[in-house]
């Protein structure tokens, strides 16, 4: 009788919050080691395959390219497969590109074939569609939050393991090999955190998003309630009619192609005002963490204020990080760290929102499509941001040009989200 007792006081134990720190591990696991520690990794390759830049920056171009390609059949496979067999295909995924760099790269084809395609498309199927959706599928009204503390992974990914992976590659006399062995097995213990703790649902378990409190309002105010999430599931095609799902691709798009830029070239921006190597790392030390800062502060602003406005907050301090770049002279240090800080703000803020809104608009069933395709085509338009920055570089002899396209981009993205608003279904309650 005691033991049937306390299976039952389990059961009403809400399971998102164990949740969230599974997938906070398995977005850090995926993100660090493919991600950042592979960045490290394949810096260190050029010792012994050798490259141009402009070859090597290819294989980045590919594998953001190769992130956002399989955006739809990732999708697909959430819906028909769930989200723990598509977490097993990235990890399959990344293993393959690990061990084909470990033992058989030699040439820069195995390269942009390994990093490109190989490890961006694990990428894709182990990251972000996936862990996003089981965030939105868990929570309503604190999505927000959910989706902010679990999206803080990366960025603490980039502090821990990129380091570490360079320790490791340094200690071994430099064998890059060992690090794509290190990622490989990285993904094995993803997998089994995977397969033990993920649950694709709140129905899976008996339960329902949030642990069952009211899913659409937040308390604005003394006495009135602002909506934050629909009550109607939306279809894919019912939402591919609406303005509001467009604009937001908009804003994706402008939160996207900043970031793409930033992580490309700031070092590089940096070098270029005669800031030594050291202040220009510890510069993107502060662009990363300002980001988890951006990430949590926008998370609950999501939980709390309409959608869009918070979305368009965070775009505007594009607009002021760009300004403050351009404004940058040569050894003005505690700009360039301000700079550095808005980017990093800005984009964690607006990353939060685009993965945040698309739920919130349409509910649970249809996200995995509708982010996919948001995914695909900011990922599309966006992959060719770093080579943009660099051709308008050789052209202008600076990045000011660079700057000032990210801003036109920026307030296009802001003038679309003016126009997302809340749809609501003639269904809807």
Known sequence: MIGVINVGAEKKKFYGWKLICALWFIYFINMGFALYGGSVISSNMLNEIKMDR????????????????????????????????????????????SLWMAFVASKPWHFLIGVGVILGCGIGFGTVIP?????????????GRAMA?????PGVAGLI???WMQSIILKNGGNWRIGWMICAGAMLVSVIVAIMFIKDSPEVLGQEPDGGAPANVS??????????????????????????????????????????????HWILFMMGLKFD????AFSMGIFTITGLAGRLFWGWLMDTIEARVAFISAL?????????????????LIMAYAAAALFGIAFGGAFVCMQTITASFYGRKAYPKLNGMIMLISGVICAPAALIGGKLFEINKNYTASFQLIITIVVMGIIALLFAKMPKHENEK
């Open 161 to 163: 393991v990129a380091p």
């Open 277 to 280: 190597a050291t202040i220009c």
């Open 54 to 97: 402009s070859l090597y920056g290819l294989g980045f171009s590919l594998q953001n390219l190769f992130v956002a390609i399989p955006s739809m059949v990732i999708a697909a496979s959430i819906m028909r497969f769930g989200i723990v067999k598509t977490y097993v295909v990235g990890s399959a995924l990344i293993i393959s590109a």
């Open 131 to 143: 862990t996003t959706t089981a965030v939105s599928r868990w929570f309503n009204r604190y999505r």
């Open 316 to 332: 505007v301090l594009y607009v002021i990080a760009c300004l403050l770049a351009i404004s940058i002279v040569p050894g003005n």
């Open 149 to 153: 503390i679990t999206v803080t992974a």
């Open 219 to 264: 308390a604005c105010g003394n006495n009135t309630k602002k909506v934050v999430a629909t009550t109607y599931d939306w279809t894919p095609n019912q939402a591919y009619k609406t303005v509001s799902y467009w604009s937001i691709s908009i804003g994706a798009c402008a939160t996207q192609f900043p970031f793409f830029f930033f992580v490309a």
